[in-house]
């Protein structure tokens, strides 16, 4: 694989970005990081911890200096947070810095998906239906303004899902298969 290669992934919570990463990374050889992973593994404490204690604004602190390093690192799929965001200097950081992939799900199946999820901070309501479409309201024009391809997650299996995704970047002949874009920092 030549030139920069960086891709990385948005989209809610339960999309598929961790599930999906793993697979691109292994697909194209590239490094796989999840973003909620790395704070964790730097604070020594799960992100519920750090809401708990700090709040969603102490989160995004922390969560707005792991983006900027990461996605500055060449050879790397990153799987974000669902809120990444939110912040317009991670918006800016990703749309400029990689290939960026908006795995598109409705509220409705991720809330299937999410029902019995107890990890998410943000589904901890008394609605977590209802929360669910008040962050696809709020996030998807920023999902979308940064994304270089929507993907629609739909019912096909995460396998069958990062094939077609690797399928995008892969021209049919045989010179130059499975190279990723070249992406400009």
């Known amino acids: 694989m030549s030139g920069v290669t960086r891709i990385f ?70 799987a974000t947070g669902g809120g990444a965001v939110i912040d317009a200097e991670n918006r800016r950081d990703l749309a400029g810095r990689g290939f960026v992939i908006y795995l598109h799900a409705r509220p409705e199946s991720l809330f299937v998906r999410l029902r019995n999820d107890r990890s998410r901070p943000l589904l901890q309501t008394a609605d ?25 997650t739909g019912r096909q299996s995460a396998g069958k899902l990062a094939r077609q995704i690797a399928a995008r970047f892969s021209p049919p002949q045989a010179e130059g298969v499975g190279e990723v874009p070249a992406c400009n920092p």
Do not use: C
């Open 128 to 152: 977590p239906r209802g929360r669910l479409i008040q962050l696809y309201r709020e996030r998807d024009p920023w999902y979308r303004e940064v994304a270089d391809l929507v993907v629609e």
């Open 9 to 78: 992934l948005v989209g809610l919570m339960g999309a598929g970005k961790s599930t999906i990463g793993r697979l691109l990374a292994r697909e194209f050889g590239l490094h796989f990081v999840d973003t909620d992973h790395e704070i964790e593994a730097r604070n020594g404490v799960p992100i519920a911890t750090i809401f708990e204690l700090e709040g969603e604004a102490g989160f995004r602190a922390r969560e707005r200096k792991v983006i900027d390093e990461l996605t500055r690192r060449d050879g790397i799929v990153l």
